[in-house]
């Protein structure tokens, strides 16, 4: 534990390593696998997990943005990164660190033929999420345009499934694998062709192509029991005080006591990542054995607790998710999901890896 910080966002290497595995076993042995890393991998921190799935030997890296492709390259990761939203502006910076971009228009697959300098793209299609990517009567164009660039060599061709987790979303997730493959087809030259992410995998991997890519299962976020979530987030008792009936707590007076009770001040606030829905009693946090309801509104860079249960005292820790505080049952509380929760969690959190 990192005893120059209060909020500690922990992270275990080690079970980074075991779901890495676990999915491994899940598809064929030598399908490729690009490992997402965006959104500061999730929250969890990029530069280390993705020293850590460079070890692991991905075949590559999915970032968001180029100045996340350059963080890492400034950080020794020479796998291959491939730069998923990527617009003219930012071909220069590309090129410079050697990054491989995701085309999904001709405005940016003009632009790459037009630098005349050597890159590898990957192709994506609209399967039918209706998000990035080329449609597929834009193949025919695409090829006569790349017909003669030479800089260029088409990497992947790839889609992305909407609804692969929801078993109600079938239908869905069927039609787009079968769309997929009809674009795929066209590409007979280009060996390298994926769709499936972690719910594919698990849920359809007999519909795998030579490349996957793994997001949120690596972190171990994901309903399967044999992922570990690789995080847990905890900070400190920073003040405790007591409260006597028409006290009130925090901005706006929302809370007023009953009672006489024992508070504690928390230095964790929604500038932190703790969303402001979790408050006037929606959630709680863990101390000393018991779930402690968030009592008033979240503050800034604080919340308030009721420790009237328990024997707490100030400095003790306090379990904001982690293994008595599960995430997918926070993020039920506010209508969320662990995705937007933990991409939300402040940088200046202190980020702590173990293994």
């Known amino acids: 534990m990192d005893n120059f910080h209060e909020s500690i966002f922990e992270i275990n290497l080690k079970y980074l390593k075991q779901n890495f ?16 890393v965006k959104a500061f991998a999730y929250g969890h921190g990029d530069i280390k997990v993705a020293q850590t799935l460079e070890k692991l030997n991905v075949n590559a890296l999915w970032v968001a943005d180029f100045e996340e492709g350059v963080i890492l390259r400034k950080n020794g990761i020479d796998t291959p990164i491939i730069i998923a939203n990527t617009s003219p502006k930012s071909i220069e910076q590309i090129l410079k660190y050697k990054l491989d971009v995701v085309v999904y228009n001709f405005r940016v697959l003009n632009e790459l033929i037009s630098k005349n300098q050597k890159i590898n793209i990957h192709l994506k299609f609209n399967s039918g999420m209706n998000r990035f990517g080329f449609s597929f009567d834009e193949i025919s164009e695409i090829k006569a ?87 847990s987030l905890s900070t400190t ?99 969320s999901i662990p995705y937007e929760f933990l991409s939300k969690i402040n940088r200046r959190i202190k980020r702590v890896y173990i293994n």
């Open 145 to 231: 345009r790349l017909k003669n660039a030479k800089n260029i060599k088409i990497s992947s061709i790839c889609s992305h499934l909407s609804s692969s987790r929801d078993k109600d979303k079938d239908e869905t997730t069927n039609l787009q694998l079968k769309n997929f493959k009809k674009i795929s087809s066209s590409f007979s030259d280009v060996q390298c062709k994926h769709i499936l992410n972690t719910s594919g995998v698990i849920r359809f991997s007999d519909h795998q192509y030579t490349a996957v890519r793994l997001g949120i299962g690596l972190f171990g976020v994901h309903k399967i029991k044999n992922l570990k979530p690789i995080g």
């Open 237 to 335: 008792i920073s003040q405790i005080r007591t409260i006597y009936k028409n006290d009130i707590i925090g901005y706006g007076g929302r809370f007023k006591a009953t009672k006489q009770m024992k508070i504690g001040i928390v230095p964790f606030g929604y500038a932190d990542g703790l969303d402001r829905k979790l408050g006037n009693g929606n959630g709680t946090l863990y101390v000393g054995g018991f779930d402690c309801k968030i009592l008033g509104e979240i503050s800034m860079d604080s919340c308030v607790i009721d420790l009237s249960k328990t024997s707490a005292k100030e400095g003790d820790r306090v379990e904001i998710f982690g293994e008595h505080n599960d995430i997918y049952s926070i993020c039920n509380k506010i209508e």
């Open 21 to 36: 595995d676990f999915l491994k076993k899940k598809i064929k042995p030598k399908t490729n696998i690009i490992a997402v």
